[in-house]
């Protein structure tokens, strides 16, 4: 009977262990995506990756459609 309260309690902490590890890898990867400099569309005001938008004359845009879309509005 000793023993099988052992094993039952290994088997608790291994099953704690294995949930930390696998919500840490998660919580890693969502502050990495996070971590990514955001600008704003000009023209329909969504938020995109930096290194993903157009850029005029400072100005940034999600797609090329916006942009020009944009350009021949101003």
Do not use: G
């Not at 969504?46 to 090329?64: G, H, T, W």
């Amino acid at each position: 009977m000793f023993r099988n309260l052992i094993l039952l309690i290994a088997i608790i902490v291994a099953a704690w262990l294995i949930r930390r590890l696998i919500s840490q890898t998660k919580t890693s990867h969502t502050k990495t995506i996070d971590s990514k400099d955001m600008v704003q569309c000009e023209h329909c005001k969504i938020y995109v990756p930096r290194e993903d938008a157009m850029n005029l004359n400072d100005k940034f845009f999600c797609s090329q459609q916006h942009l020009e879309d944009w350009n021949q509005q101003h």
